[in-house]
């Protein structure tokens, strides 16, 4: 386990910081990954860190931009430490699904895949939500 696991996944509050997905509803405690890669010029530094589900930080990888289908080609990606979740996403009550409200938070959903059926299902058939 990454020793920074500890600070890192408190000040998440056992959230994955980019689908919001509940740490308890898996099975294993989430990674800590580099919101902007060490390939990419990162730093194993505190506000480059970010907790994340394995589903999230696999799709991620080493990007930094994604595709918005509705705006710009070439979007840069959610950054936890530099934006409000509740200003670029919203959970659908109903489906769980969740949805960007701004071009980083649609390119974000579409890169990091945050609603391939297994995720959905996990998120609404859980008793806590992705989002209190």
């Known amino acids: 386990m990454n020793p920074r696991y500890p600070a890192v996944s408190q000040r998440a509050v056992h959230r994955c910081e980019y689908c919001h997905a509940p740490e308890a509803i898996f099975n294993l405690p989430f990674e800590v990954e580099h919101v902007i890669p060490i390939s ?15 589903s999230c ?6 990007h930094v931009t994604g595709i918005d289908q509705i705006g710009k080609p070439a979007v ?25 409200r701004t071009e980083t938070g649609r390119a974000t959903v ?11 299902n996990r998120a609404t058939t859980m008793d806590t939500p992705r989002l209190l």
């Open 76 to 100: 840069r990606l959610f950054h936890p430490r530099q934006a409000h979740w509740e200003e670029h996403f919203k959970v659908e009550a109903e489906t769980g699904r969740v949805e960007g």
């Open 110 to 120: 579409a890169c990091l895949r945050m609603n391939e059926p297994l995720t959905v």
């Open 40 to 54: 990419r010029d990162g730093t194993d530094g505190e506000t480059n860190l970010a907790l994340a589900c394995r």
């Open 57 to 62: 930080n696999l799709h991620k990888s080493d």
